[in-house]
């Protein structure tokens, strides 16, 4: 089962702090992290999503890869993916934001200017060992699809890093 977590920090530095730690962590095999991204709210109040593929690359990667398996059967694989590429780019540039993008905007918009969230898709996690490690950046908890129970645990770890760091 996956889960979404959603922690906001109180500037770019320390969420990308997290989001490396949480990268390590993947490699590590401690957190199995389907997708992760770090979102920005600068001053002005614009939200910006950095890690977030281009529209118009993934849509021409993906429409080469079956333009190429179609090809394949048509014995003109190159030929395929070339024309693949190109359609699948031109509806990637022309797509909407999915509703994907759409939520991490709106999680974005609930940022104080100036600070920042990293939003994870995790499927499994060795919670004991990964916890403590996320949770020495402290954050606040925006938003999860955790049980309540996991939630708290989160919370609580966050908080008590918190607490820690002002005493």
Known sequence: MTDMIAVAYPSETV???ALTELRA???EHTVHVADAVLITRDHDGEVKIAGKPHPAASGALGGALWGGLIGLLLLQPLLGAAVGAAAGGAVGATAEDDERTQFIKSLGERLAPGHAAVIAVIYDATADKALPRIAQFGGEVLHTSLSQADEEEIRSA???HQAATVA
Request: aromatic share 0%; proline share 0%.
């Open 158 to 160: 966050l908080n008590a």
């Open 25 to 27: 962590l993947h490699t």
């Open 15 to 17: 969420a990308g702090q």
